[in-house]
T-cell receptor, first 118, second 113 residues
Framework: GAGVSQSPSNKVTEKGKDVELRCDPI?????LYWYRQSLGQGLEFLIY????????KSGLPSDRFSAERTGGSVSTLTIQRTQQEDSAVYLC????????????????FGNGTRLTVT | DAKTTQPPSMDCAEGRAANLPCNHS???????VYWYRQIHSQGPQYIIH???NNETNEMASLIITEDRKSSTLILPHATLRDTAVYYC??????????????FGDGTTLTVKP
């Protein structure tokens, strides 16, 4: 079946503009994560959605960042008034964790959106 | 989540075993050890995970020490395509926390011909 899909794969925007990044998780996966990866660095956790529970937003770096997950499926990460330091690869991952028997399921990652703020 | 420490880089000769260490001295009893790898311009790929016992699959073997404070990922016959950044992480059980994972900087494995 299809894996995690992210769009666009690349996005170039001007400083101060808003951007929306989309993630289509694997069908049936209840958990969804967003990470940010700066050049040559590890993954920085941003936000976590699990079913109908309130999302864990503890990793969002500022109030310019927000994310939604509609209908327990597609998620959108929005960055308002982008800054040059927002340039990075934004990765989405999903997992069936939370479903019966899936408490230690691995994460399935998309290939990310490379955001460049000029 | 418990933090992990890994060497920043390692080299391995093609066809030889690659042994990648990871320290997770503050791991809790309900935390699993997971390994992922990331090839350039792609998202991380799941390799293997375990709780207490050693594990093996078609990609690799995972050796976890008895005290669970460290582990080793073994690629038995490394190929040039195994050149990647390898991440060791520990994850809480979803029943006890949000389940978020923290990835460090990983180990850059370079397989040389």
């Amino acid at each position: 079946g299809a894996g995690v899909s992210q769009s666009p794969s690349n996005k170039v925007t001007e400083k101060g503009k808003d951007v929306e990044l989309r993630c289509d998780p694997i069908s049936g996966h209840t958990a969804l994560y967003w990470y940010r990866q700066s050049l040559g660095q590890g993954l920085e956790f941003l936000i976590y959605f699990q079913g109908n529970s309130a999302p864990d937003k503890s990793g969002l770096p500022s109030d310019r960042f927000s994310a939604e997950r509609t209908g327990g499926s597609v998620s959108t990460l929005t960055i308002q008034r982008t800054q040059q330091e927002d340039s990075a690869v934004y990765l989405c991952a999903s997992s069936p964790e939370g479903s019966p028997g899936q408490d230690n399921s691995p994460l399935h990652f998309g290939n990310g959106t490379r955001l460049t703020v000029t | 989540d418990a933090k992990t420490t890994q060497p920043p880089s390692m080299d391995c000769a093609e066809g030889r075993a690659a042994n990648l260490p990871c320290n997770h001295s503050t791991i809790s009893g309900n935390e699993y050890v997971y390994w992922y790898r990331q090839i350039h311009s792609q998202g991380p790929q799941y390799i293997i995970h375990g709780l207490k016992n050693n594990e093996t699959n078609e990609m690799a073997s995972l050796i976890i020490t008895e005290d669970r404070k460290s582990s080793t990922l073994i690629l038995p016959h490394a190929t040039l395509r195994d050149t990647a950044v390898y991440y060791c992480i520990v994850r809480v059980d979803y029943n006890t926390n949000a389940g978020k994972s923290t990835f460090g900087d990983g180990t850059t494995l370079t397989v040389k011909p």
